[in-house]
Structure formats: structure tokens, C-alpha cells
């Protein structure tokens, strides 16, 4: 892509990463996610802080994998 210096006046080329955003995917045993919310009567918190993961994406898991 071209690119205009506003104070100079010059033209130059950059480069434009097309990368993707945030965090990369996360990779759990749903077996294990099934076993930590039975031992701890569905208790959604404690899981999430057990498997190093935010609430919001237990709940993506669970709804990835219908366990809702």
C-alpha cells in the first residue's frame, strides 16, 4: 500500500500484516471439562479458574460443544 508523508510530501510503501486478532485458540479435553464441572456441581467459575480460561469462554466451549 502507498502511503503519502503529510510533511514531506514523499510516497512509500508499506506493508500491511493481515494477522488474526487476540489470543490463539485454546485447546481443551472436553472429557476433562465434563469431569471438573460433575466434581464441582457445575460450578462454571471454579472450572474457568482451574482450566486457566475466562468464564466467557467456558460458556464458548460449552455452547460449542452443546453441554449447556
Same mark, same amino acid.
Given at each position: 500500500m502507498k502511503v503519502v508523508?503529510?510533511?514531506c510530501g514523499r510516497s512509500f510503501e508499506v506493508k500491511c500484516s493481515t494477522g488474526r486478532r487476540g489470543r490463539p485458540p485454546i485447546n481443551i479435553d472436553i472429557n476433562r471439562v465434563?469431569? /471438573? /464441572?460433575?466434581?464441582y456441581n457445575n460450578n462454571k467459575s471454579v472450572v474457568a479458574k482451574i482450566l486457566g480460561i475466562s468464564r466467557p469462554t467456558l460458556y464458548k466451549i460449552l455452547r460449542?460443544?452443546?453441554l449447556e
Open positions: 508523508c503529510p510533511y465434563k469431569r /471438573l /464441572l460433575k466434581q460449542e460443544y452443546n
